[in-house]
């Protein structure tokens, strides 16, 4: 399968947050967003945008103690967290199959704590700091699909 790699930078947190609002009007039902990056690096802004897109008008938070949020938009949106995953086999104790299998769009922060049990057309975001602090280096590799599509008309349009 080939892929579509773009980048993008961010300025700012609000920044970071237009952007995935972009993405989120864009995202259609079965999309894994599966975002990367270190600490404090806009992971939950960027899911913020994407809840947004998505029609939600809900504060997006980070679930970390929770590991799963379900917000409400045009679609159903399985947001989770998995700082705190050991292992593969500890997801599928607690039945990711289900949000990733379900009719919504699933945002998944801290998704390199367990990569082997994504679908292979999972939309990889990663965000990472640059020398100038506040701002942030977005890549987005997408199958070459419709989602790896619409992501050259997203940054083209941005």
Same mark, same amino acid.
């Given at each position: 399968?080939?892929?579509t790699?773009?980048?993008?930078? #961010?300025r700012?947190?609000?920044a970071?947050?237009?952007f995935?609002k972009?993405m989120?009007?864009?995202?259609?039902?079965?999309?894994?967003f599966?975002?990367? %990056?270190?600490l404090?690096a806009? =992971?939950?802004?960027?899911?913020?945008?994407?809840?947004? %897109?998505?029609?939600?008008?809900e504060?997006?938070r980070s679930p970390?103690?929770?590991?799963?949020t379900?917000?409400?938009?045009?679609?159903?949106i399985?947001?989770?967290?998995?700082?705190?995953?050991? #292992?593969s086999?500890?997801?599928?104790?607690?039945?990711?199959?289900?949000y990733?299998?379900?009719e919504g769009?699933?945002?998944?922060?801290?998704?390199?704590?367990t990569n082997d049990i994504?679908?292979v057309? #999972?939309? =990889?975001?990663?965000?990472?700091?640059?020398r100038?602090r #506040?701002?942030? =280096?977005?890549t987005?590799?997408?199958?070459d699909?419709?989602? %790896?599509?619409?992501?050259?008309?997203?940054?083209a349009?941005?």
């Amino acid at each position: 399968m080939t892929h579509t790699n773009v980048e993008f930078m #961010s300025r700012s947190p609000e920044a970071t947050q237009t952007f995935g609002k972009h993405m989120g009007q864009m995202a259609k039902v079965n999309d894994v967003f599966l975002l990367t %990056g270190p600490l404090g690096a806009g =992971k939950t802004c960027l899911t913020q945008g994407i809840v947004w %897109g998505l029609g939600c008008q809900e504060y997006a938070r980070s679930p970390t103690f929770m590991l799963a949020t379900i917000y409400q938009g045009r679609l159903p949106i399985y947001h989770l967290d998995l700082f705190r995953i050991e #292992s593969s086999l500890e997801l599928l104790d607690i039945g990711v199959e289900e949000y990733l299998e379900g009719e919504g769009v699933c945002i998944i922060e801290w998704a390199d704590r367990t990569n082997d049990i994504f679908p292979v057309d #999972s939309i =990889k975001i990663n965000l990472e700091y640059t020398r100038n602090r #506040s701002h942030r =280096k977005i890549t987005i590799i997408a199958p070459d699909t419709s989602s %790896g599509n619409l992501l050259h008309d997203l940054v083209a349009g941005f």
